[in-house]
């Protein structure tokens, strides 16, 4: 998706992050008001579910469908859009700036619980649930999907016979793989490469490019400049550019199922079977639509999108 900012917000930090004024600074950055400029709290009633997003179009697009679903069950809603990335927006969970926002299942347990050995979506869900702290849940996860994925052209997979991730330990020749410089030293960047499926790490070189598998990476894979290029699963330019997708058989790559993460003393009777019913719908194909849609020639605002997603699924109705 071609943003500043990643559906992991890829960097781990302590979880009670203080809002320190660097931190401050790092929201204003967002280049969006400062949803946390009151210093804590939320100015919301307290009857009133506060949803936010992080820093880039999908979560927004997800935060909005979660709120019109709610509002149109009568509940109150307001909303802090754009807030920034993991460390940010869960320091606004955790102080009560926002009581919901959609999160990513993998990517969240890992924030919690980096050393978890879980592997499959149902084994990711059942230990981030246990691995939340206290005050924090995650309702139901959809079948929607948006995580890393390995990515080469139709030719050099053509070329080389690639298929999956283990295709490469065949290569024999050099090659470069991209993406955003924190993946270097990721469990799922090159090191894990080399060390979940054999890939020859001599012949395997890194090269940062700082767009979260935006257009410079894109056209860096097109070009040929990089062989490899780490590209979010949703993002439309994969099936634009008919780019090959490796195949993750043994999960270097965690299960990234979206799902609402909520304060618990928000998660109503009502509130928690609305979002329910949001994420039994929620498919990847959608999101891959709906990110096309706002980045694509019509550029539709998230509030647009939701709100058309909402009308086709029948969840607007009281």
């Not at 993406?179 to 940062?208: C, I, Q, W």
Request: aromatic share 6%.
């Amino acid at each position: 998706m071609f943003v500043s900012s990643s559906p992991v917000g890829r960097f781990r930090f302590p979880a009670a992050v203080a809002l320190t004024a660097g931190v401050l600074l790092s929201v204003s950055a967002c280049g969006s008001i400062d949803p946390l400029a009151s210093g804590g709290s939320s100015d919301a009633p307290s009857d009133t579910i506060v949803v936010g997003s992080a820093g880039f179009a999908e979560s927004e697009i997800i935060a909005e469908i979660y709120a019109q679903a709610l509002e149109a069950q009568g509940v109150t809603v307001s909303k802090q859009l754009n807030i920034g990335q993991r460390d940010v927006y869960l320091a606004a969970l955790q102080d009560g700036s926002i009581d919901l926002i959609p999160e990513y299942s993998g990517n969240l347990l890992q924030y919690y619980a980096a050393d978890s050995t879980a592997r499959s979506s149902d084994e990711v869900f059942d230990a981030l649930s246990s691995a939340l702290p206290d005050g924090f849940r995650v309702l139901e996860r959809a079948a929607a999907e948006d995580k890393d994925s390995y990515n080469v052209t139709a030719e050099f997979a053509e070329k080389h016979t690639l298929n999956t991730l283990s295709d490469l330990a065949n290569l024999d020749e050099t090659f470069v793989v991209a993406g955003n410089p924190e993946l270097a030293e990721r469990p799922y960047g090159p090191r894990g490469l080399t060390d979940v499926y054999g890939v020859k790490a001599n012949l395997m070189t890194f090269s940062p490019i700082n767009d979260s598998g935006g257009p410079l990476t894109v056209s860096a894979l097109i070009d040929g400049t990089v062989q490899v290029a780490d590209i979010f699963s949703t993002t439309p330019a994969i099936a634009e550019n008919k780019f090959v997708t490796l195949a993750d058989p043994k999960n270097l790559i965690l299960p990234q199922n979206v799902l609402p993460l909520i304060n618990s003393d928000s998660a109503s009777d009502l509130v928690v079977k609305t979002l329910n019913n949001v994420s039994a719908q929620l498919t990847t194909e959608d999101l891959i639509d709906l990110n096309a849609r706002n980045q694509g020639d019509e550029k539709a605002a998230p509030a647009a999108l939701a709100q058309d997603w909402l009308t086709e699924k029948g969840l607007l109705s009281s």
